[in-house]
């Protein structure tokens, strides 16, 4: 039977990527009427919410890869980022750690096209497993549910982080870019990067955008820019919480 493995997976991701791609339409049609609506009011939308929660996984020994602490620069990076280029505030709704060992593949997962692979042949259930969110009333890859910052010991190749887009609402990064003593990986635009590709963001090719596909710290580190199209595609996501015209702002 595990030949059928990966049309199964298959199966599951197309149906994630259909639900998601439904519900990004709707979402950006509702977007699109709120701002017609606000216009006509004369009224300015506050910022909209992207929830965002991270968990950390442990290694063998049981030993967490990082600490909160150490992610909490490039979550505050990644909330001015946003903040400024797309009217976004980034809400982290918890950070947790995972003491239970990983199998090889979720601690040391492969990236891009080796990653897709091994979701469709089931080596990312140890994350979905975890995914599920802080915030119960929110069920996973529904309208305003968080996206999940998976931290993991090391991605392979030249690859810090990797998102899986649409399908996905998980993204990994690798424990390093969080080490301020590691010179050549620490990296704060690395999380809000891959926020972008889980907002549906494809590779830009000004190395002054967030979308930039290369960083290398310390002495080529990519911009943080944000173009108009970027903001309208990140504001139409499912996973945002829109600003409420003539009320106070709050988090979602």
Do not use: K
């Not at 599951?12 to 609506?37: F, H, K, N, P, Q």
């Not at 950390?56 to 990644?78: F, H, K, R």
């Not at 080529?220 to 173009?227: C, D, H, I, K, Q």
């Amino acid at each position: 039977m595990r030949f059928l493995q990966p049309v199964t997976g298959f199966g599951r991701a197309m149906g994630r990527t259909a639900a998601a791609m439904a519900l990004d339409l709707g979402s950006g049609a509702a977007r699109l009427g709120e701002v017609a609506i606000d216009a006509m009011n004369g009224q300015q939308r506050p910022p909209a919410v992207l929830r965002v929660q991270v968990i950390i996984l442990s290694d063998e020994n049981g030993i967490p890869l990082c600490s909160a602490a150490a992610v909490a620069p490039a979550l505050e990076t990644a909330d001015r980022i946003l903040q400024a280029g797309a009217g976004t505030r980034v809400r982290t709704v918890g950070i947790r750690t995972v003491s239970a060992t990983p199998p090889r593949a979720a601690l040391d997962p492969r990236a891009n096209r080796g990653l897709m692979l091994d979701d469709l042949l089931g080596r990312t259930e140890f994350y979905r497993r975890h995914v599920g969110p802080i915030d119960a009333a929110v069920e996973p890859g529904m309208i305003a549910a968080p996206i999940t910052v998976i931290v993991v010991r090391n991605i392979a190749g030249q690859t810090t982080g990797c998102s899986l887009g649409m399908s996905a609402d998980w993204v990994i990064t690798q424990s390093t870019l969080f080490d301020v003593d590691s010179e050549h990986t620490y990296d704060q635009t690395v999380l809000a990067h891959e926020l972008g590709h889980a907002l549906n963001l494809p590779h830009h090719r000004d190395r002054a955008n967030l979308m930039f596909p290369e960083s290398s710290p310390p002495g080529s580190m990519r911009g943080t820019s944000l173009t108009a199209w970027q903001r309208g595609v990140i504001q139409a996501n499912r996973h945002l919480v829109p600003g409420r015209s003539g009320r106070t702002f709050d988090l979602g």
